[in-house]
């Protein structure tokens, strides 16, 4: 049963509607359910899902996010936006615990530092591509935990020991999240059982309020980045990624788009640093070193590289596949110790070989082929209408990871 | 001047344990123009492996050596089979990314194997000095490992310039389309290079973890490769004895300059590569000896 859809139709934009809302909707409701930290088992294992985990993978959501400007529209191999996640937390915690700044109003000055420290390491980038890009960027990752750990610097930092952030974020008053909670449990059938009684405490209705600041931002972050994909820069951008050279052709300024676009980068990975520190009160050197520089490039990869929507997928997959990984306890015919080893990692390793053979889109387009067996948007003749543009573009994505590349003319 | 002296001999040692690995580095990137981010850590595995044959089964440690540089070549080669050459050489992406997946599995699978405990290695050299000058002890370490890279970079040079499959491999990197019309094959003859890529590795990261100052545990080759690789950068990636210059450079800037510079804390040793590495690919590309690229447009 597979319905066509034509493009601009009523049809159309009500379905577009209709999905969006759904996904808002979720977005929103998912607080109220995993705040109980709902748990699931397989066997003798019990795997978590709480709301916690939750708020800490929307923050890496935005950080694949800039990795995927970069890497996946730009074509500029870049890994080192752990480095600028790592900045942007630590500029958080250290406003927020010695200065006393409100969470938020840290972003004033995490955006505009990140997207100049960004650009920064981007003009050096202009003159380094390819892979010579990517060895210096996971070098640049891994100076990181170093550089905190200096000494002139540690007091602020807190050095290696980390630095918690004592700060909370408490629902304000005027949010009636225990009522939402109480009306919630009562829908029939399906309230109790995934709502529970309704009930919050304090520290619930904390970690609820957290999370929705999250998505919020993570919701503008997003709603931003797709504006500029969809704009005039926005083709500059991926006119580079392309093709450099007909890009130059064309007008567009390589090296201002290029930095630029770095910068941007950037400063997404400052803003996922703010959203971390706000969702776990905690930061420490080693989280953002090389193994985290990578963990980005997996969840890009997972969710697909050249989308937008892939980065939702792959902040997730960085928190919840190192999680549950954790929480296996037992595997016929593997020793137990080696469970107790860094079993995500290996998993994330995994992960990031096997699907750049299996799923090179990754899961946005594994999820696209299956629903254009549902429904089939027609795209209306004589109408320009951007989504066509994107939809070439998008094409051009998907064999960014392709194991051959037939446009390719050998270069005789 | 002892105080120099000592910094210079661990300079010259440590220099020489990056060429090695910054070596492995380099014929990778002869034969595919690919960096291999899994370098470093195929060299940790391969010292777990000498590890394991030499004090686990109790066999002499260079047996143990040869019998480690034999089976992470045959893994070497066996990956280049399965995940590699399947991709187009020239879409960098894919390569990077399965490369940093392979790094990312072989530093949890040994962290899961072996956990992160340090441990003490059986050095392959004595444990003695050779000399001593005051302070400054030229160890047997120092002079060992610098004899040992340069024969290594003597025995490659020998089997590139005088074998068939060493022709084979030139031909192949120079150009591989050519190469492959005067009917080379190109797939076994990189493959070649990745299993004698891994065996030096393995070589390198044995010789790094022999100093009796150091330890080893599954995260110790991250950082080698960062230097190995600012070093081969700073040699040419295409040249086997820039390898060894870029190597001891780097080594003699880390122990010397960051000794000796006020203002450079000693934990800032990393940034220097890195800084070294960001400097050399704005100024010289192509490196001290390296060959220059050319691009078409």
Same mark, same amino acid.
Do not use: C
């Given at each position: 049963? %597979?319905?066509?859809?034509?493009?601009?139709?009523?049809?159309?934009?009500?379905?577009?509607?209709?999905?969006?809302?759904?996904?808002?909707?979720?977005?929103?409701?998912?607080?109220?359910?995993?705040?109980?930290?709902?748990?699931?088992?397989?066997?003798?294992?019990?795997?978590?899902?709480?709301?916690?985990?939750?708020?800490?993978?929307?923050?890496?959501?935005?950080?694949?996010?800039?990795?995927?400007?970069?890497?996946?529209?730009?074509?500029?191999?870049?890994?080192?936006?752990?480095?600028?996640?790592?900045?942007?937390?630590?500029?958080?915690? %250290?406003?927020?615990?010695?200065?006393?700044?409100?969470?938020?109003?840290?972003?004033?000055?995490?955006?505009?530092?990140?997207?100049?420290?960004?650009?920064?390491?981007?003009?050096?980038?202009?003159?380094?591509?390819?892979?010579?890009?990517?060895?210096?960027?996971?070098?640049?990752?891994?100076?990181?935990?170093?550089?905190?750990?200096?000494?002139?610097?540690?007091?602020?930092?807190?050095?290696?020991?980390?630095?918690?952030?004592?700060?909370?974020?408490? $629902?304000?008053?005027?949010?009636?999240?225990?009522?939402?909670?109480?009306?919630?449990?009562?829908?029939?059938?399906?309230?109790?059982?995934?709502?529970?009684?309704?009930?919050?405490?304090?520290?619930?209705?904390?970690?609820?309020?957290?999370? /929705?600041?999250?998505?919020?931002? $993570?919701?503008?972050?997003?709603?931003?980045?797709?504006?500029?994909?969809? %704009?005039?820069?926005?083709?500059?951008?991926?006119?580079?990624?392309?093709?450099?050279?007909?890009?130059?052709?064309?007008?567009?300024?390589?090296?201002? @788009?290029? @930095?630029? @676009?770095?910068?941007?980068?950037?400063?997404?990975?400052?803003?996922?640093?703010?959203?971390?520190?706000?969702?776990?009160?905690?930061?420490?050197?080693?989280?953002?070193?090389?193994?985290?520089?990578?963990?980005?490039?997996?969840?890009?990869?997972?969710?697909?590289?050249?989308?937008?929507?892939?980065?939702?997928?792959?902040?997730?997959?960085?928190?919840?596949?190192?999680?549950?990984?954790?929480?296996?306890?037992?595997?016929?015919?593997?020793?137990?110790?080696?469970?107790?080893?860094?079993?995500?990692?290996?998993?994330?390793?995994?992960? /990031?070989?096997?699907?750049?053979?299996?799923?090179?889109?990754?899961?946005?387009?594994?999820?696209?082929?299956?629903?254009?067996?549902?429904?089939?948007?027609?795209?209306?003749?004589?109408?320009?209408?951007?989504?066509?543009?994107?939809?070439?573009?998008? $094409?051009?994505?998907?064999? /960014?990871?392709?194991?051959?590349?037939?446009?390719?003319?050998?270069?005789? | 001047?002892?105080?120099?002296?000592?910094?210079?001999?661990?300079?010259?040692?440590?220099?020489?344990?990056?060429?090695?690995?910054?070596?492995?580095?380099?014929?990778?990137?002869?034969?595919?123009?690919?960096?291999?981010?899994?370098?470093?850590?195929?060299?940790?595995?391969?010292?777990?492996?000498?590890?394991?044959?030499?004090?686990?089964?109790?066999?002499?440690?260079?047996?143990?050596?040869?019998?480690?540089?034999?089976?992470?070549?045959?893994?070497?080669?066996?990956?280049?089979?399965?995940?590699?050459?399947?991709?187009?050489?020239?879409?960098?992406?894919?390569?990077?990314?399965?490369?940093?997946?392979?790094?990312?599995?072989?530093?949890?699978?040994?962290?899961?194997?072996?956990?992160?405990?340090?441990?003490?290695?059986?050095?392959?050299?004595?444990?003695?000095?050779?000399?001593?000058?005051?302070?400054?002890?030229?160890?047997?370490?120092?002079?060992?490992?610098?004899?040992?890279?340069?024969?290594?970079?003597?025995?490659?040079?020998?089997?590139?310039?005088?074998?068939?499959?060493?022709?084979?491999?030139?031909?192949?990197?120079?150009?591989?389309?050519?190469?492959?019309?005067?009917?080379?094959?190109?797939?076994?003859?990189?493959?070649?290079?990745?299993?004698?890529?891994?065996?030096?590795?393995?070589?390198?990261?044995?010789?790094?973890?022999?100093?009796?100052?150091?330890?080893?545990?599954?995260?110790?080759?991250?950082?080698?490769?960062?230097?190995?690789?600012?070093?081969?950068?700073?040699?040419?990636?295409?040249?086997?004895?820039?390898?060894?210059?870029?190597?001891?450079?780097?080594?003699?800037?880390?122990?010397?300059?960051?000794?000796?510079?006020?203002?450079?804390?000693?934990?800032?040793?990393?940034?220097?590569?890195?800084?070294?590495?960001?400097?050399?690919?704005?100024?010289?590309?192509?490196?001290?000896?390296?060959?220059?690229?050319?691009?078409?447009?």
């Amino acid at each position: 049963m %597979s319905g066509t859809l034509v493009e601009g139709s009523s049809a159309h934009r009500t379905y577009r509607i209709v999905t969006w809302a759904l996904f808002v909707a979720l977005a929103v409701l998912v607080p109220f359910w995993a705040v109980q930290t709902p748990s699931f088992s397989i066997g003798s294992s019990t795997f978590t899902f709480s709301l916690s985990n939750l708020s800490h993978g929307v923050s890496y959501m935005v950080a694949v996010l800039g990795l995927g400007l970069l890497i996946g529209y730009n074509g500029q191999i870049s890994l080192g936006n752990s480095f600028f996640m790592g900045l942007g937390a630590y500029i958080t915690a %250290s406003l927020v615990v010695d200065n006393e700044w409100p969470y938020l109003l840290t972003l004033l000055v995490v955006i505009p530092f990140t997207f100049l420290v960004g650009m920064l390491v981007g003009i050096p980038a202009l003159r380094i591509r390819g892979l010579y890009l990517a060895l210096v960027t996971l070098g640049l990752a891994a100076v990181f935990p170093a550089l905190v750990r200096h000494d002139q610097v540690s007091e602020r930092t807190g050095g290696a020991n980390g630095k918690r952030i004592s700060s909370d974020l408490d $629902a304000p008053s005027w949010l009636p999240l225990e009522s939402i909670a109480e009306t919630l449990a009562k829908i029939p059938l399906v309230g109790e059982w995934a709502f529970g009684e309704g009930r919050l405490g304090g520290r619930e209705e904390g970690a609820i309020w957290v999370y /929705l600041l999250l998505a919020a931002i $993570a919701g503008i972050a997003f709603w931003l980045t797709r504006n500029l994909i969809y %704009s005039r820069p926005g083709r500059s951008i991926i006119a580079i990624r392309d093709n450099e050279t007909g890009a130059a052709v064309s007008g567009v300024n390589l090296s201002v @788009t290029k @930095t630029l @676009t770095f910068g941007m980068s950037a400063a997404l990975g400052g803003v996922a640093g703010t959203m971390y520190a706000m969702a776990v009160q905690f930061v420490a050197p080693d989280v953002f070193g090389v193994n985290l520089a990578i963990f980005l490039v997996v969840g890009l990869v997972v969710g697909g590289v050249g989308t937008l929507s892939g980065a939702v997928v792959g902040g997730l997959v960085i928190v919840f596949v190192p999680l549950w990984a954790s929480q296996v306890e037992s595997v016929p015919g593997v020793p137990e110790r080696f469970l107790r080893g860094p079993t995500g990692s290996f998993f994330l390793g995994v992960l /990031l070989i096997v699907l750049t053979f299996v799923l090179p889109g990754g899961v946005v387009y594994g999820a696209r082929r299956l629903r254009s067996r549902l429904v089939r948007v027609q795209p209306s003749r004589g109408t320009a209408v951007p989504d066509d543009v994107i939809d070439v573009q998008e $094409a051009a994505a998907e064999g /960014l990871l392709s194991r051959h590349d037939p446009s390719r003319v050998s270069g005789l | 001047m002892e105080l120099f002296l000592a910094r210079l001999f661990d300079g010259i040692s440590s220099g020489a344990t990056y060429a090695a690995i910054a070596v492995a580095l380099v014929l990778i990137y002869k034969a595919t123009t690919l960096i291999n981010f899994a370098q470093g850590e195929l060299a940790m595995l391969g010292t777990f492996v000498t590890y394991v044959i030499a004090v686990e089964q109790g066999l002499p440690v260079v047996v143990s050596l040869v019998l480690a540089m034999v089976a992470t070549a045959v893994l070497a080669a066996v990956t280049e089979r399965a995940l590699i050459r399947p991709f187009d050489p020239s879409n960098h992406l894919p390569l990077v990314i399965i490369t940093l997946g392979l790094f990312l599995l072989i530093n949890a699978l040994a962290g899961m194997i072996w956990g992160y405990d340090p441990r003490r290695f059986p050095g392959i050299f004595p444990a003695d000095d050779l000399y001593t000058f005051g302070i400054a002890r030229l160890r047997w370490y120092t002079v060992g490992t610098l004899v040992t890279v340069v024969v290594l970079l003597l025995l490659l040079s020998l089997l590139l310039r005088k074998t068939k499959i060493g022709l084979a491999f030139r031909a192949v990197s120079s150009n591989l389309e050519s190469a492959g019309l005067v009917g080379v094959r190109a797939g076994p003859t990189l493959q070649f290079g990745w299993a004698l890529a891994a065996a030096v590795g393995t070589l390198a990261g044995v010789l790094f973890v022999s100093d009796p100052v150091r330890q080893l545990d599954p995260n110790f080759a991250q950082r080698v490769l960062i230097f190995a690789s600012a070093a081969a950068v700073l040699g040419g990636l295409d040249s086997l004895w820039g390898a060894l210059a870029g190597g001891l450079a780097l080594g003699l800037v880390e122990s010397i300059v960051v000794g000796y510079v006020e203002w450079i804390p000693s934990q800032f040793g990393l940034a220097t590569a890195v800084f070294v590495l960001i400097a050399v690919l704005i100024i010289r590309p192509e490196g001290l000896f390296g060959s220059k690229r050319v691009e078409r447009v």
